[in-house]
């Protein structure tokens, strides 16, 4: 792959970074299936964190191994602290 941003389509694909690829530690990821909300409704009624635990409670009954939290989460007061609850829920 070419070094120039520029020869990447999008520019969203494996940027160098003073010479490193951001993703060339691939070792953490595990694939799997997610649930995502966006997908749903567009975020209309499913951004607040109450919606976030019942659909990570619903991901986890149909054995998927993720939930994507998309758009609306920053708005969230403490959402450090409320992203943090909903991963450690999801994982139990």
Known sequence: MENSRSAIPG???KIKVIGQAVYADTSWIEPGRSAWSWLTD???SLGTPDAMYTYTLNA?????????????????????????????????
């Open 42 to 44: 567009y975020g209309n």
């Open 11 to 13: 520019r969203r694909s």
């Open 60 to 92: 986890a009954k149909l054995g998927f191994e993720y939930n994507i939290i998309d758009e609306g989460w920053t708005k969230w007061q403490n959402y450090k602290d409320i992203l943090a609850s909903i991963g450690q829920y999801g994982e139990a």
